[in-house]
């Protein structure tokens, strides 16, 4: 049996786990290419209009994918911390592909708690009676798996340049290079290190969330607000960009609440949707760049 | 002693030449119609036609096609808008904290404290108060563009219009219009609701302080330059060169660059009646089938654009 693994959404925070689960249980594993025009134009085309860019270049990936694979994973992810959660449209997205997408294979919905072991466990239990009889074989799989996901750390951590900027969004618009326009190399040819959330310690984005009047409701929010404070805070970085999803409520409230935690502190958006021109894009960000260098030459 | 800076827009294309001393000696507007290396050339016919036998120390290339008029005219700087914007405006003033700039297609802020940019903002989505909405309406209604900002001052009152959005706000105008509301009053109406628009839009949550600059093709509208000093409280500055403020500041930086390299790259003026040629293809050796454009100039290729990885573009450079 071929298991199809999407490249999208938070494909790049947690592929170790998935990758290695199920080849450890025998199957074989294809995953779409990396995001390119051909996968975005087929997300336009299948999904709904107003989604945001990281769910449309997702349905692009599984219209790539389903006629390479028997089974496909559209993980249904509800929460990857304990009293934390996805956004809501991680919890209807299978639905969303079936009733967008025609002659799908058969796929794995089952909705994926990952706050405890425990509960991540009883996923892998389900998920793995679909494909085995054999108990120990499935616990093998799960152990493996977790091993390999722990030993992955994406993530970048460089402020051997000139400058540095903290890089803040959701995990697929931070690396998928695709949506984010190669942000990342262009930033470096201007001299420009970028950090992001993964080198920062959980406990000293839980110290900075401390300060907000309420405890976020979701894990996005918090890591983006609590990294984003911590650097301010601790002065790591010389300015901060938001690499920001169009139409993401998320977004919209996390990104207000970071202006008024860093007041004047250099701070850009840096929003995307298919219609992004990258030349617009590059102003954006030389200008940016001049700006924190003190910019007029 | 010259220096030359051109900024190549959607709308338009912009010309400078600035003297020693940093004055415009020269400007020139053009119709960019698709064509920068088209737009950029007649620039060049004008300004060889007028200053024969004149050299150029420094060039600098700005706006969203600064790329390929740096390769064509052989730039010391390319820079973004902001900058050349703030760059220019500076040079006249040390004290401008703000630069709200208006043009074709597009709108930006930027907020500068002490002589260097803080902040900034662009707005290239909504066409709403930008040069190419005004023009359209100063159509619709058949008014000289020239006129249109001087009828907004001769109304006392402004008529209440809807400006979040250029669709609504033309169909608002119509209604206005069937109601009988006269020409003079529609068009206050219509400034004061761009400008609330703008300022909502590209200048949410900036602090707006004086010296304000307004530049960029609209400053010319005088309806609106009011609408921004009644909104504001204070006096909004047009600078004599409004309209060509990111060629200056591109000047200004080319010259800066020529100075401290000791040479200046600028290929002449004779590049007028060079024979350009771009052809493009589509780059195969990945997923992501960039459209790459080649531009020839005499039939010796001079530059690639638009790869995503630069493997285009970096090997032409080398040559
Ligand atoms: S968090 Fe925002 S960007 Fe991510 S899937 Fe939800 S709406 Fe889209
Ligand atoms: S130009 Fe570069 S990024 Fe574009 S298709 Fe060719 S190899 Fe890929």
């Given at each position: 049996m071929i298991v199809g693994i999407p490249k999208g959404l938070l494909y790049y925070k947690y592929y170790p786990f998935f990758m290695t689960f199920f080849k450890e249980l025998g199957l074989e594993v294809v995953i779409s290419p990396d995001t390119n025009k051909g996968i975005l134009d087929e997300g336009v085309k299948y999904c709904v209009d107003d989604a945001c860019l990281p769910l449309k270049i997702f349905h692009g990936h599984v219209a790539v994918l389903k006629d390479k694979c028997d089974i496909i994973l559209i993980p249904r992810i509800m929460q990857v911390r304990n009293r934390e959660y996805i956004c809501p449209k991680f919890c209807g997205l299978p639905e969303m592909i079936q009733n967008s997408i025609p002659q799908m294979p058969?796929?794995?919905?089952k909705p994926i708690y990952a706050g405890t072991r425990k509960k991540l466990y009883s996923w892998a239990k389900d998920i793995g009676r679909l494909i085995t009889k054999d108990k120990s074989k499935i616990k093998r799989a799960f152990n493996f798996a977790l091993i390999e996901q722990d030993k992955y750390k994406p993530g970048y951590n460089d402020n051997n340049q000139g400058l540095t900027v903290a890089l803040v969004g959701h995990p697929y618009n931070i690396f998928d290079k695709y949506i984010n326009k190669n942000i990342v190399q262009k930033l470096n040819k201007l001299g420009v290190g970028v950090i992001t959330e993964e080198f920062i310690e959980e406990t000293l984005i839980d110290e900075e969330v401390k300060g907000?009047?309420?405890?976020?409701?979701?894990t996005f929010a918090r890591n983006s607000y609590g990294f984003a404070a911590n650097v301010y805070r601790e002065k790591r970085v010389n300015g901060i960009i938001y690499i920001s999803s169009f139409a993401c409520g998320i977004d919209s409230v996390v990104i207000e609440l970071i202006k008024e935690r860093i007041g004047n502190f250099p701070f850009m958006t840096l929003k995307i949707d298919e219609h992004t021109g990258e030349a617009g894009l590059d102003t954006r960000v030389e200008a940016f760049v001049d700006m924190l260098g003190r910019g007029v030459i | 002693m010259y220096y030359l800076g051109v900024d190549v827009g959607s709308?338009?294309?912009?010309?400078?030449?600035?003297?020693k001393n940093n004055s415009v000696v020269e400007k020139i507007y053009i119709?960019?119609?698709?064509?920068?290396?088209?737009?950029?050339?007649?620039?060049?016919?004008?300004?060889?036609d007028k200053y024969d036998n004149i050299k150029v120390y420094g060039a600098g290339a700005t706006g969203s096609g600064r790329h390929i008029a740096a390769t064509l005219i052989g730039a010391d700087a390319v820079k973004n808008e902001i900058t050349s914007h703030a760059v220019a405006a500076l040079e006249i003033d040390r004290e401008v904290k703000t630069i709200i700039e208006i043009g074709g297609q597009d709108s930006k802020i930027i907020i500068l404290r002490n002589g260097v940019v803080s902040d900034f903002a662009m707005n290239t989505v909504c066409a709403a108060g930008t040069?190419?909405?005004?023009?359209?309406?100063?159509?619709?209604?058949?008014?000289?563009?020239?006129?249109f900002g001087d009828y907004a001052l001769n109304s006392n009152i402004a008529v209440r219009i809807a400006g979040r959005c250029a669709v609504f706000a033309e169909s608002d105008m119509?209604?206005?219009?069937?109601?009988g509301y006269n020409k003079a009053d529609i068009i206050k109406g219509l400034c004061d609701a761009l400008v609330r628009n703008y300022l909502n839009n590209v200048g949410k949550g900036k602090e707006i302080l004086p010296k304000v600059f307004f530049q960029g093709g609209v400053a010319a509208n005088k309806g609106i330059k009011t609408a921004f000093e009644r909104a504001l409280g204070f006096e909004v500055i047009v600078p004599k060169d409004y309209n060509v403020m990111g060629a200056i500041g591109a000047a200004i930086l080319g010259r800066e660059i020529a100075e401290k390299e000791g040479k200046t790259n600028f290929k002449g003026l004779d590049l007028a009646s060079s024979i350009f040629e771009s052809n493009s293809f589509e780059c195969t050796d990945c997923s992501n089938r960039c459209e790459v454009v080649k531009l020839h100039e005499n039939n010796r290729s001079i530059g690639c654009f638009g790869d995503r990885c630069g493997k285009w573009s970096n090997r032409v450079k080398a040559i």
């Open positions: 058969r796929i794995i919905d907000l009047y309420k405890r976020p409701f979701w | 709308v338009s294309t912009n010309l400078v030449l600035l003297d119709r960019t119609k698709g064509s920068p290396i088209k737009a950029v050339q007649e620039g060049f016919k004008i300004l060889r040069g190419s909405f005004l023009d359209r309406q100063a159509e619709r209604l058949d008014i000289p563009i020239e006129e119509i209604h206005k219009q069937q109601l």
